[in-house]
């Protein structure tokens, strides 16, 4: 049971470079978050689902799309990378919405924009 | 404005010197109020869920309260284990039946051998 894993755990990008962050979990949750995390501020939403096929936006949406296509999985796409999104990144995932039951966080990605 | 804010930002203490740790809010229909312990290069790692005031939580060296304005962290007998950044996180009632959950930013927690 490998609970929520992320692919990559490091990247460094150029500013207008294009990637997508991998989120899997396998406890068969139905909610999946993204978030940053940045010094001096508290973890933010950026996007979530409630379920397979289903986004929604978080507090910090703009420069980020996602996409659940499989209820395991969960990306997060940067169209065009800003030094801005310079941040780490996590996933989490629960079996109730918005903490009705834990999150479970995933270990991060350390995107770095040049 | 909903928010959550979290003292110290930092706190070291020697190994055995109790303390506790703060977490104030200011929320609109509040639907729960969650600990998290996070390690450096890691994810937060779930604690405790606190539901309404008065209510209490324990877990080896660490015990969790609530009140209607803010949470405290209680450390008992600390250990240099118990070193990581704690982070308080609340669940509020958004708009059209959505939840939104607010970080706050962190007590950063050394414990010294």
């Known amino acids: 049971n490998a609970g929520v894993t992320q692919t990559p755990k490091f990247r460094v990008l150029k500013t207008g470079q294009s990637m997508t962050l991998l989120c899997a979990q396998d406890?068969?949750?139905?909610?999946m978050y993204w978030y940053r995390q940045d010094p001096g501020m508290g973890l933010r939403l950026i996007h979530y689902?409630?379920?397979?096929?289903?986004?929604a936006k978080g507090e910090v949406p703009d420069g980020y799309n996602v996409s659940r296509l499989k209820k395991q999985n969960f990306l997060l796409g940067l169209e065009s990378a800003a030094p801005s999104q310079t941040s780490v990144y996590f996933c989490?995932?629960?079996?109730?919405?918005?903490?009705?039951?834990?999150?479970?966080f995933g270990p991060g990605t350390r995107l770095t924009v040049l | 404005e909903d928010q959550v804010t979290q003292s110290p930002e930092a706190l070291r203490l020697q190994e055995g010197e109790s303390s506790s740790l703060n977490c104030s809010y200011t929320?609109?229909?509040?639907?729960?109020l969650f600990w998290y312990r996070q390690d450096p290069g890691k994810g937060p790692e779930f604690l405790f869920t606190?539901?309404?005031a008065g209510e209490e939580k324990e877990k080896e060296r660490l015990k969790a309260t609530l009140t209607k304005k803010e949470s405290f962290l209680h450390i008992t007998a600390p250990k240099p284990e118990d070193s990581a950044t704690y982070l308080c996180?609340?669940?509020?009632?958004?708009?059209?039946?959505?939840?939104?959950?607010?970080f706050g930013t962190g007590t950063r927690l050394k414990v010294l051998a």
């Open positions: 929320v609109s229909g509040l639907r729960g």
């Open positions: 996180a609340v669940q509020t009632e958004g708009t059209s039946g959505t939840y939104k959950y607010i």
């Open positions: 406890m068969n949750h139905e909610y």
């Open positions: 689902s409630v379920g397979e096929g289903t986004t």
């Open positions: 606190l539901y309404s």
């Open positions: 989490a995932s629960s079996n109730g919405g918005f903490g009705a039951n834990e999150q479970f």
